[in-house]
C-alpha cells in the first residue's frame, strides 16, 4: 500500500538557519506530491506541490521542494527560517486516478530565537 | 475571500452520545472531503462527496456517516461516539472532481471533538 514517511518527529533550528524537512514515499507510480503546513488550531495550508515537470517547486512564504525519483522523496527546504515558520508540516501525496490524501506522520518544526 | 467554514469549532461530548458537524465549502466546490486527526497523529481520510453523491471511502466507522445537500454543504453525523473518537475534524473543499489532481484543494479549521 502506498506511504508517505517523514522521519523526523521534532526538528528544532535557530532563527536564520537553513530548513530541511524529510519526505519519502512509496508507490509505484510517481504521485502527486503535496507540502502542507499547520499551525496550532489551524486548518492545513497548502505551501506547493509537484505533479510533473521541473523537480524543484517553488512555494509560498520563500519554501521550496525538490523531487528526487531515484530516492522517491521530496523534501522541503527554505534557506532562512524566521519565528513565524515555527508549525507542524505535512506531507502528503495523492495516489493517481484516487481522490485521496494520504499524509505523512508530519514534523513539527521549533524556531529558537 | 470566502474560505471552507466549519462548525462547530469546538465540541464537547460524552460517550455513546451523537455529534454531527457540519462543513460550509467554498461557493462553486462541488467536492468535499473529511478527514480526521487524531492527538499528535497526521489526518486520515474519512469520506468525500461529489455533486452530492459518495465518492470515496476511506477508514470511517460504521457509526459514522455522512451526506452532502442540494447546497453542496456537508454534515459529518458520528453515533454511540467512544473516547477515541475525540480528535479535529477536517473538512476540504476542491472545484476537482474524482480522479482530478487537487489543484486546488482548501481546508477549514477544523472542528475540535472532545469525547469525555
Known amino acids: 500500500a502506498q506511504s508517505v514517511t517523514q522521519p523526523d518527529i521534532h526538528i528544532t533550528v535557530s532563527e536564520g538557519a537553513s530548513l530541511e524537512l524529510r519526505c519519502n514515499y512509496s508507490?509505484?507510480?510517481?504521485?502527486?506530491l503535496f507540502w502542507y503546513v499547520q499551525s496550532p488550531g489551524q486548518g492545513l495550508q497548502l505551501l506547493l506541490k509537484?505533479?510533473?515537470?521541473?523537480?524543484l517547486v517553488q512555494g509560498i512564504k520563500g519554501f521550496e521542494a525538490e523531487f528526487k525519483r531515484s530516492q522517491s522523496s521530496f523534501n522541503l527546504r527554505k534557506p532562512s527560517v524566521h519565528w513565524s515558520d515555527a508549525a507542524e508540516y505535512f506531507c502528503?501525496?495523492?495516489?493517481?486516478?484516487?481522490?485521496?490524501?494520504?499524509f505523512g506522520q508530519g514534523t513539527r518544526l521549533t524556531i529558537n530565537p | 475571500a470566502a474560505g471552507v467554514i466549519q462548525s462547530p469549532r469546538h465540541l464537547i461530548k460524552e460517550k455513546r452520545e451523537t455529534a454531527t458537524l457540519k462543513c460550509y465549502p467554498i461557493?462553486?466546490?462541488?467536492?468535499v472531503y473529511w478527514y480526521q486527526q487524531g492527538p499528535g497523529q497526521d489526518p486520515q481520510f474519512l469520506i468525500s462527496?461529489?455533486?452530492?453523491?459518495?465518492?470515496d471511502k476511506g477508514s470511517i466507522p460504521d457509526r459514522f456517516s455522512a451526506q452532502q445537500f442540494s447546497d453542496y454543504h456537508s454534515e459529518l453525523n458520528m453515533s454511540s461516539l467512544e473516547l477515541g473518537d475525540s480528535a479535529l475534524y477536517f473538512c476540504?473543499?476542491?472545484?476537482?472532481?474524482?480522479?482530478?489532481?487537487?489543484?486546488?484543494?482548501?481546508f477549514g479549521s477544523g472542528t475540535q471533538l472532545s469525547v469525555l
Open positions: 476540504a473543499s476542491s472545484l476537482e472532481g474524482p480522479g482530478q489532481v487537487y489543484e486546488k484543494l482548501f
Open positions: 462527496f461529489y455533486e452530492k453523491m459518495q465518492s
Open positions: 508507490y509505484g507510480a510517481t504521485p502527486y
Open positions: 509537484y505533479f510533473s515537470g521541473d523537480t
Open positions: 461557493p462553486r466546490h462541488d467536492t
Open positions: 502528503a501525496v495523492q495516489i493517481q486516478g484516487a481522490q485521496k490524501l494520504v
